[in-house]
């Protein structure tokens, strides 16, 4: 499975990618890479924003969740209080590309768990390849983003909320899909439970997004 | 009798054979069963706004399921995935799409609603309303998801199409009729309460 083509066809037309997948052997350094360079161009793209703006709110924003995020501030230094300067930049794109990395790994450990618990024969591998293929679509959001730090010179103050409307969407609807149609092609559940496998992942992660942002949701309440 | 609670299980464990079987019966179950959903949210919302903490409140009886019925976002979300699919399905099954996935909402609602009101039903009477709030949020997530897989599985039994085409159309039907149910149940709760200030 050559890379260019698999890469293609995770834009163009994902089914055939993920019959692929389900045919080859896996290939980790393969995926790996597929994971670093989806990740890293977007991160890249949106710490853009801080270097040419400065307190661009794209940034700043992506910055302070990512910063709070439950699983991040247990998952590295953070709980012991330390944290990167915000002036080193270089640190801090390594930083960030270890998170998305993270918040990739994590919900694929947890999918095969439930998999596996479920008595279904998968690969853990190949759950990790349809995983890492997937990530391919935040190459369209950094493309997304590039054209919002764009929009930030007509709508200064509210472009950020148009793009993590877009943002959580791709996270929401187009992920999701391309997981589950994956999952269909690499083991034998029904489209019914690959949808409530990973549709259930939403819960989760909102339960643990609101830890530290409660008062968003609680806002309108008190 | 026995056909019909065969199928109430079927849409829990084999939502597809649910669809194909279930085309016949869904128009007059749904009709039943908007008026139990209503009641249900009904109460949930005098309950939550009026502080009306006992069943045997006369206003319970009389006005919750006027006001769960008008109010209820199943409503909303029934007309807008009916509205949507119109538009999306243009071929001779498109009134058997709409009819079983308008019922497969009936049904999944009402399985909700009786979720979230055991969930939230202490937190009310203990007068924890930012608790309340949030596990009804969370509850109404989990219980949605299982509405789109349901859809899904339903939808894919009966056309003949690609998954990512059935999942593309469940989904964006899905987030945008509950948009159109959330505007609805807005603009009710703003003339209810318009009304009652009046």
Known sequence: MAFFSSFKNSLIDPTKLFVDISKEEASPIRSIAMLLLSNGVLIFVIMLGQILFASDLIYTTFDYQTNSFIIEIYTSMKFLGYYIPSNLLPLIFLEKLIFMMKMWIIPMLFVYILIYFSKEEVDFMKVFEVFSWTSSVLLILAGITAVFLGIRFIQPLYYHYIYYLIFVAFFVLVIPIYLIVGLGKISGLSLYKRTLLILSLIPVFFILWTYNHSFIILAPAL | ?198
């Open chain 2, 1 to 198: 009798m026995r056909d019909t609670l065969e199928l109430f299980t079927k849409i829990i464990t084999d939502p597809g054979e649910f669809a194909e079987k279930s085309k016949d019966k869904s128009l007059y179950i749904l009709l039943l069963l908007i008026p139990f959903n209503g009641f249900i949210l009904g109460s949930l919302y005098i309950m939550s706004h009026f502080y009306v903490t006992t069943f045997l409140h006369p206003i319970f009886w009389i006005i919750a399921p006027l006001v769960g019925t008008l109010l209820s976002s199943q409503l909303g979300v029934f007309l807008g995935v009916y509205l949507l699919l119109a538009t999306i399905c243009k071929d001779d099954k498109k009134s058997k799409s709409l009819r079983v996935l308008a019922f497969n909402f009936s049904i999944a609602y009402t399985l909700y609603l009786g979720l979230a009101a055991a969930v939230i039903f202490p937190f009310l009477f203990s007068h924890n309303w930012a608790s309340a709030i949030y596990f009804y949020d969370i509850s109404h997530v989990i219980l949605n998801i299982w509405i789109a897989a349901l859809c899904a599985q339903a939808i894919q039994k009966i056309r003949e199409e690609t998954e990512i085409r059935t999942l593309f159309k469940v989904f964006t039907s899905y987030f945008s009729a509950y948009g159109v149910g959330a505007l609805l149940y807005l603009i009710f709760s703003a003339m209810l309460v318009v009304s009652i200030i009046r």
